[in-house]
């Protein structure tokens, strides 16, 4: 029903950048939220930056100053800017859309999950 579908993820030196793109795509009235979560090996899933509907957003203490969070609404797209990254930040980065509710129903609506892109952060 949707498909949420990450680009952008890679291999980058240390101080790098790097650009995360997600599109959602399917019979979508609404997204309440857009957001990207993260999981390095042996570690939990965790978020790094999300935006509503309203356009307001809040991140990690760990990205705070270095990664920016944006959304085209018409295109049910999300962004993830990320500059001076750290080897830290190297993770497998998950969109996330959440409470999307389809054309023809009510809400609430559910929750989604990309299949996730990987990012290297590695000299």
């Known amino acids: 029903q949707v498909q949420l579908v990450e680009s952008g993820g890679g291999l980058v030196q240390p101080g790098g950048s790097l650009r995360l793109s997600c599109a959602a795509s399917g019979s979508i009235f609404s997204i309440y939220a857009m957001g990207w979560y993260r999981q390095a090996p042996g570690k939990q899933r965790e978020l790094v930056a999300r935006?509503?509907?309203?356009?307001?957003?809040n991140y990690a203490n760990s990205v705070k100053g270095r990664f920016t969070i944006s959304r085209d609404t018409a295109r049910n797209t999300v962004y993830l800017q990320m500059s001076s990254l750290k080897p830290e930040d190297t993770a497998v980065y998950y969109c996330?859309?959440?409470?999307?509710?389809?054309?023809?129903?009510?809400?609430?609506?559910?929750?989604?999950w990309g299949q996730g892109t990987q990012v290297t952060v590695s000299s």
């Open positions: 935006i509503t509907v309203g356009l307001s957003t």
């Open positions: 996330n859309a959440a409470n999307v509710v389809l054309r023809g129903t009510f809400p609430p609506g559910n929750d989604y």
